[in-house]
């Protein structure tokens, strides 16, 4: 498990690079380095991700037959961790491996390498990219990888935090 977390740690310069995305909503100097080192980063997470789908990382191992319980450590563990996963289904956030299966449900990682070399492409271009992807592409991974970030900052924090420390978290 010390490995896994120290590869999930290695992961968080591109975590605060997507929160410093949605903090800052006027990008006004976008530098292409940047782009690109951002589209290499998010390459290495979808392969992490890709070797972390078969294992079972993160879970909370509650039932999820027990929406209460279910719904009482969502709370606790809210209370206690910083940006909370909100793209997440409650069932994705008690086990989170589910997340790293479901990425590769429907397509593999050379499709989504595809992807975001066109996304990284088109943004470093002057060409509206509506040509080079359809809708349905763009919202699909997109929202794959929007739970991607969320659900490894989830397994990154639930690593440094014991789940009793949940359990204890007094309510507000």
Not at 33 to 48: D, F, G, P, V
Not at 85 to 91: F, G, M, R, V, Y
Request: include cysteine.
């Amino acid at each position: 498990m010390a490995g896994i977390s120290c590869g999930v740690r290695k992961m968080l310069p591109l975590l605060n690079l997507l929160l410093q995305k949605y903090c800052y909503k006027e990008q006004k100097n976008i530098i292409p380095s940047h782009m690109l080192y951002q589209y290499e980063l998010t390459m290495k997470l979808l392969e992490t991700a890709l070797l972390l789908k078969n294992r079972k990382l993160g879970s909370t191992g509650i039932s999820k037959r027990k929406p209460d319980i279910i719904n009482w450590f969502i709370n606790r563990e809210r209370k206690r961790l910083q940006y909370y996963p909100s793209h997440l289904e409650p069932k994705e956030i008690i086990k989170p491996a589910r997340v790293f299966k479901s990425i590769f449900d429907t397509y593999d990682l050379t499709y989504y390498n595809r992807v975001f070399r066109n996304w990284l492409y088109d943004a470093l271009s002057d060409k509206f990219m509506e040509k080079s992807l359809t809708k349905t592409e763009v919202l699909y991974v997109y929202d794959r990888l929007v739970k991607l970030y969320e659900v490894m900052w989830l397994v990154h924090n639930r690593s440094c935090l014991s789940l009793e420390d949940v359990y204890k978290a007094k309510s507000k």
